[in-house]
């Protein structure tokens, strides 16, 4: 699709939404919202946090955001773009738009080959979600370090309970009211999409940690519920038509565009269950027949030993990439024993050693 045609498409959308007047979307310029997707914000980014880059004035970033009030989105966008942004502002757009913009994105006709790139990407997406047979497996771990190193990582007293954790955020509520809980799976294949799904997602939540996987067949889906490594219930077959309208859900909850993804998606999200705090690892990729996805919970003892293993993690991470930083410093003052001149990048040296400093002093 050429430029003009996306323009014109993305304006006429864009026109019917009153929430949009803010915004003087006949000089919007889609390809420019694109490349800075691929330079500054990845399409993830974009999708976790329900915004869009709308344009860059001498290092002025312009975001169309759908709630402007999420500090979390805003200060993830200052860390993610660095020095190549000083300042930003916000417009507000409806989650339409939004959706609109990232599905023009998602249809460009090189798509494939701007995709969203390692370097682009967050620590969280380097990592692979991960996805336990058997979530008992990292209470074992646990177990097992603490009985052969003392100094293990993992020390009971070191860990960190969400629960009691006052200053956190509340994460949202799941609501859901599931009707058919004894059912068996032929009678719940027969249920519309939005009902399977509060079905299937509340069997996972009241048994503990498991997971939903989805596999798309050539004319229909199955859909697995396992726990602890064993298969609980298998829907099968589920129409293609229903199939598809569950993965929306999933989609939905996730902050997807409803469109086919061209290249592999995943995250986790917080959210809570009867007060209790879960950690909901995604993933949704192209298949052979169509789209597939899994979904996992992990809560409790598990949640709680799986973000002290990925902030080690992001520490190990962070240590090294300051091990290399140190390293270039030294080869920077090794060639000025040799070339006097200035270093011309000093300042913006200075001022990322400013902002290392206050984001150490925050995790104090």
């Known amino acids: 699709m050429s430029q003009a045609k ?37 399409v993830k980014d974009c999708i976790s946090y329900q915004l869009i880059p709308l344009n860059l004035i001498d290092k002025h970033l312009i975001l169309g955001i ?31 738009t939004h959706q609109l913009i990232l599905s023009a994105y998602s249809r460009r006709s090189d798509s494939t080959s701007k995709s969203v790139t390692p370097n682009s990407a967050s620590m969280l997406q380097e990592r692979p979600t991960l996805i336990l047979d058997n979530p008992e497996e990292i209470l074992e771990e646990d177990r097992g370090a603490d009985k052969s190193d003392p100094q293990s990582r993992f020390k009971p007293q070191s860990k960190i309970n969400f629960n009691e954790q006052k200053s956190a955020q509340t994460p949202l509520g799941l609501e859901l009211q599931p009707k058919y809980m004894s059912a068996p799976p032929k009678f719940l294949s027969s249920l519309p999409p939005q009902v399977l799904w509060q079905e299937l997602l509340a069997r996972v939540l ?34 293609a038509k229903n199939f598809q309208g569950v993965l929306e859900e999933l989609k939905r909850l ?15 999200i917080e959210r809570s269950y009867k007060q209790e705090r879960l950690l909901l690892l995604w993933r949704i990729s192209p298949g052979k027949c169509g789209e597939e996805a899994t979904l996992q919970v992990i809560r409790g003892k598990v949640l709680t030993l799986y973000q002290k293993r990925q902030m080690e993690e992001l520490g190990d991470q962070a240590i090294e990439i300051a091990r290399q930083l140190k390293q270039k410093l030294e080869q920077i003052h090794n060639c000025r024993r040799i070339n006097s001149n200035p270093l011309t990048k000093i300042s913006i040296l200075q001022e990322i050693h400013e902002k290392i400093n206050q984001q150490i002093k925050l995790l104090e």
């Open 6 to 42: 996306y323009s014109a498409q993305i304006k006429s959308a864009i026109s019917e939404n009153s929430n949009n007047k803010n915004i003087n979307w006949s000089k919007a310029n889609p390809q420019q919202i694109f490349d800075l997707i691929d330079s500054i914000l990845p």
């Open 66 to 96: 759908v709630n402007p009030n999420n500090t979390a989105a805003l200060d993830h966008v200052r860390s993610c773009c660095g020095d190549r942004v000083d300042s930003l502002s916000t417009k507000p757009i409806d989650a339409k």
């Open 206 to 239: 009241v048994a503990g940690n498991g997971r939903l996987q989805f596999e798309r067949l050539p004319n229909s889906g199955r859909i697995g519920w396992i726990q602890n490594g064993n298969l609980k219930l298998s829907v099968d077959p589920v129409a």
């Open 254 to 268: 996730v902050n997807l565009p409803n469109i086919p993804v061209q290249q592999v998606y995943k995250g986790e």
